[in-house]
């Protein structure tokens, strides 16, 4: 069974960085792309980024408006997903959740999700 | 950036009736688009793919359709664990969501 396990949310005031990490297990982590998207607090799903395999050069690629300030990295040997938010803003908080790739684009299996807010 | 808008923002039914959703793209995204359910408290599921292929373990109640900018989402008759919100999603440029539709008990 697929499992996700996202931790490292909190508390971090404006400016501040944040580092997510994402635990998988149940399926081979190395042969498959990972995602983060994000979502305020009663508000819609929002996609930041994923990273692709090695096989196919390890590309990152990230929504635009985040880009520059998020970077996602992948550890094979963990079977860990990371996403690293620096120059935290207000409208950064929400919960953060990691999910599979499925067919190159879109959404398989997600994690319960972890609380980021960004607050002074 | 593709814009995704779903139709309507809520839709208030009674269980055992038809709900049918909207999904329209700003342009083109062929059939490189996704449904996901999303229940409170908890992260977003797949349900639909290349706007008609079920996910695993989807109920055949559960029917995608459409291509190019209009899609439809289409749950025959409601049960009571269908109500919930349902955002759609296309992979076609990047990757972007609709704002979702919320499918409530009336």
């Known amino acids: ?120 | 950036e593709i814009v995704l808008t779903q139709s309507p923002a809520t839709l208030s039914l009674s269980p055992g009736e038809r709900a049918t959703l909207s999904c329209r793209a700003s342009q083109s995204v062929s059939s490189y688009l996704a449904w996901y359910q999303q229940k409170p408290g908890q992260a977003p599921s797949l349900l639909i793919y290349d706007a008609s292929k079920r996910a695993t373990g989807i109920p055949a109640r559960f029917s995608g359709s459409g291509s190019g900018t209009d899609f439809t989402l289409t749950i025959s008759s409601l049960e009571p664990e269908d109500f919930a919100v349902y955002y759609c999603q296309q992979r076609s440029n990047s990757l972007t969501f609709g704002g979702g539709t919320k499918v409530e008990i009336k």
């Open chain 1, 1 to 120: 069974e697929v499992q996700l396990v996202e931790s490292g949310g909190g508390l971090v005031k404006p400016g501040g960085s944040l580092r997510l990490s994402c635990a998988a297990s149940g399926f081979t982590f190395s042969n498959v792309w990972m995602n983060w998207v994000r979502q305020a607090p009663g508000k819609g799903l929002e996609w930041v980024g994923r990273i692709k395999t090695k096989d196919v050069g390890g590309t990152k690629d990230y929504a635009a408006p985040l880009r520059g300030r998020f970077t996602i990295s992948r550890d094979d040997s963990k079977s860990t997903v990371f996403l690293q938010m620096n120059s935290l803003q207000t409208e950064d908080t929400g919960v953060y959740y990691c999910s599979t790739d499925y067919f190159a684009g879109f959404l398989g299996s997600w994690g319960q999700g972890t609380l980021v807010t960004v607050s002074s």
